[in-house]
């Protein structure tokens, strides 16, 4: 899979998700502290990509943007694949971002916003039964995920790294 630019990209905003049947590519920009939640039935070829901001909708008394929270977005994107014909017995998921992006603060006045995504996202998955297959997950750089939903090849573009694949 190519990362060069494509005008069939199918891109996923900050606090939205996607999911699309093959072929296709998804592609969310901006994971810093975000996590980008990818899922994948390798059979059916349905693909979703995720990109929350905030682990938990219930830390807040109002909700604006529903599919930015870990804890709404993930069984959301989970149905609408049920939906198209995904089965909940094959699905997987990989997890790209949840990045410190703030050096040299005490991580604790951040809230580890970043972390919490992460280990919100995982006990979600877990609790769906739905395996996680790879992870690029914490640091201090952010991250751009591309998602090929014929292959659930993931592609990972991180500045000043080389590009790395899940």
Same mark, same amino acid.
């Given at each position: 899979?190519?990362?060069?630019?494509?005008?069939?990209?199918?891109?996923?905003? $900050?606090?939205? !998700?996607?999911?699309?049947?093959?072929?296709?590519?998804?592609? @969310? +920009?901006?994971?810093?502290?975000?996590?980008?939640?990818?899922?994948?039935?390798?059979?059916?070829?349905?693909?979703?990509?995720?990109?929350?901001?905030? #682990?938990?909708? %219930?830390?807040? @008394?109002?909700?604006?943007?529903?599919?930015?929270?870990?804890?709404?977005?993930? #069984?959301?994107? !989970?149905?609408?694949?049920?939906?198209?014909?995904?089965?909940?017995?094959?699905? @997987?998921?990989?997890?790209?971002?949840?990045?410190?992006?703030?050096?040299? +603060?005490?991580? =604790?006045? +951040?809230?580890?916003?970043?972390?919490?995504?992460? %280990?919100?996202?995982?006990?979600?998955?877990?609790?769906? =039964?739905?395996? $996680? @297959?790879?992870?690029?997950?914490?640091?201090?750089?952010?991250? &751009?995920?591309?998602?090929?939903? !014929?292959?659930?090849?993931?592609?990972?573009? &991180?500045?000043?790294?080389? $590009?790395?694949?899940?």
């Amino acid at each position: 899979m190519e990362l060069a630019r494509n005008a069939d990209d199918i891109h996923v905003g $900050i606090g939205e !998700y996607r999911v699309v049947a093959n072929p296709g590519r998804l592609v @969310t +920009l901006g994971l810093g502290s975000c996590v980008g939640i990818g899922m994948w039935d390798p059979v059916a070829k349905i693909g979703g990509l995720l990109h929350i901001m905030l #682990p938990n909708s %219930k830390e807040f @008394t109002k909700l604006n943007k529903v599919e930015k929270y870990a804890d709404l977005g993930i #069984p959301m994107m !989970y149905q609408e694949m049920l939906g198209l014909g995904a089965s909940r017995y094959r699905l @997987t998921a990989k997890l790209v971002g949840g990045a410190q992006m703030f050096s040299g +603060l005490d991580k =604790n006045q +951040l809230f580890n916003i970043g972390e919490r995504n992460v %280990k919100s996202s995982r006990l979600l998955l877990k609790d769906l =039964n739905i395996a $996680i @297959t790879g992870e690029d997950v914490g640091g201090n750089r952010g991250r &751009t995920m591309y998602l090929d939903v !014929y292959s659930g090849q993931v592609l990972i573009r &991180t500045l000043g790294k080389d $590009i790395k694949v899940l």
